[in-house]
């Protein structure tokens, strides 16, 4: 076990400032980082919000990138620290085997992952994942976001400036995970793994500004209880493990990631106003953030100051989604399948879908979560159930006795969460009043769903 103190690359690399946080308290900065902080491109995340239109359901969801951005910094650092606390000498060693790390290799690995974390949402379009299927001809916020810091005019040159040549390179590739060095795999863990900074921010962050508990557990409790252990075979040479002392800390993140999702991700009014805006931004056809130079021209403010006028002034199917948001007129939910559906699930209630649509052709039935990319991701832990491994972690448990275990082999509670889940809605355009008939709706679709039964 070595014990290492942050290092820092130049004078201007130390902690001189600091904001504050409401999860984290104080974040503390340098200079260097302060020129990357106050960048444009990094700027226009604080009219960002991190949930879109959730605000309209958790009137306290108004919090942005910009500052979710600023606690994953925080979160990976620690952990950062952490490793290297316990572990500082093997870390050193293997950073070193790659030849953009031999000078300062702690140092460096220390910067870099903290810009990693900085910058992982930088690309993110308007209203953040809610549009992010149509805009940029669905590419996403993580592939738009490493071009932003590859491409010399936007971030590149400054941060190939500030921290030297090839930086960026080597940001970008922490952020992807595909062409990192594998020396450096922890790296890309640390900032989207299985318990990474990411996850444990927006989990705590979301929680608290929606006014919720489902997102909260002990972090930092989880992060005192990681270690290193070494890969075998293709596995990256350095691999996040974790003590026995923290598997309870392990079961409470993926218990709030499941919790967040079902009742606030996956809310029912959430996933008609994500409807809405993936509708509105479909209807403005030439004007639609189509490239990424449009993309990073916007931000929520500028868009729903188009989506306002629109309700006011627009025509056609541009008037008619704005319309839904501004006036927060939504479809009511007139059927749902439960958090657990499986394919037969989809095509029965594609089937209930296609009954009510004739039966009740003058109003509008929308079903949203049929597609495959709606289907959401929970954990990725092997456990003894799984007819096969691929695709699938095995992160490791060290105990004090014994041979490190798979925590999905571990935890009981894990061996019962689902891998993930997928919850299937059909909603109408009813007149809000008319409850008699949304109770009439309600029990077609029901009738309909066991005729199929």
């Avoid at 209203?127 to 993580?142: L, Q």
């Avoid at 923290?246 to 959430?270: D, K, P, S």
């Avoid at 979560?369 to 096969?388: C, F, M, N, P, Y």
Wanted: glycine content about 6%; proline content about 4%.
């Amino acid at each position: 076990m070595s014990f290492m103190q942050p290092a820092f690359l130049s004078e201007n690399d130390h902690p001189s400032c600091r904001i504050r946080c409401p999860i984290h308290g104080f974040i503390r900065y340098s200079e260097n980082e302060r020129q990357v902080i106050d960048h444009p491109l990094f700027r226009r995340l604080r009219y960002v919000k991190q949930l879109a239109l959730t605000e309209l359901i958790y009137p306290g969801a108004t919090h942005t990138r910009f500052e979710h951005s600023l606690g994953v910094m925080y979160i990976a650092t620690r952990v950062f620290d952490t490793l290297a606390s316990k572990n500082g000498d093997l870390m050193e060693a293997t950073f070193k085997e790659v030849a953009e790390f031999k000078k300062k290799p702690m140092a460096r690995a220390r910067q870099l992952l903290r810009l990693a974390a900085l910058l992982h949402d930088i690309g993110h379009a308007s209203f953040s994942h809610a549009a992010e299927k149509v805009v940029n001809k669905g590419v996403g916020h993580e592939d738009l976001g490493v071009l932003i810091i590859r491409k010399p005019s936007l971030l590149g040159d400054l941060l190939d400036k500030l921290y030297g040549e090839g930086s960026s390179e080597i940001v970008a590739q922490i952020i992807e995970g595909k062409t990192l060095a594998p020396q450096l795999g922890i790296m890309h863990d640390v900032i989207s793994g299985e318990m990474d900074a990411d996850r444990t921010d927006y989990l705590l962050r979301d929680s608290y500004h929606c006014g919720v508990d489902y997102g909260r557990f002990d972090y930092r409790r989880m992060i005192e209880c990681l270690e290193l252990a070494k890969g075998k075979g293709n596995m990256p040479l350095l691999e996040i493990a974790i003590n026995g002392d923290g598997i309870h800390t392990f079961e409470a993140l993926i218990l709030a990631r499941y919790q967040m999702n079902t009742q606030v991700y996956y809310h029912r009014l959430r996933r008609i106003y994500d409807r809405y805006l993936i509708e509105y931004h479909r209807a403005l056809g030439k004007e639609m953030p189509d490239t990424p130079e449009k993309v990073i021209r916007n931000n929520d403010v500028t868009m729903m100051a188009q989506i306002l006028r629109d309700a006011q002034h627009g025509q056609g199917d541009r008037k008619k989604w704005a319309s839904r948001i501004a006036d927060r007129n939504h479809h009511v939910l007139v059927f749902e399948t439960g958090v657990n559906a499986e394919i037969l699930d989809i095509q029965r209630t594609k089937d209930v879908h296609k009954a009510l649509a004739e039966r009740y052709s003058q109003y509008e039935i929308l079903i949203d979560g049929d597609g495959e990319e709606d289907e959401v991701g929970i954990h990725k832990q092997l456990r003894r159930t799984d007819e096969s491994p691929i695709g699938l972690h095995a992160l490791k448990v060290i105990k004090r006795a014994g041979s490190p275990q798979p925590i999905g082999y571990e935890s009981q509670i894990i061996s019962k969460i689902p891998h993930r889940f997928r919850c299937v809605r059909l909603y109408a355009d009813l007149p809000r009043s008319d409850d008699k008939l949304r109770k009439q709706v309600v029990k077609a679709a029901s009738d309909e769903w066991l005729k199929r039964g």
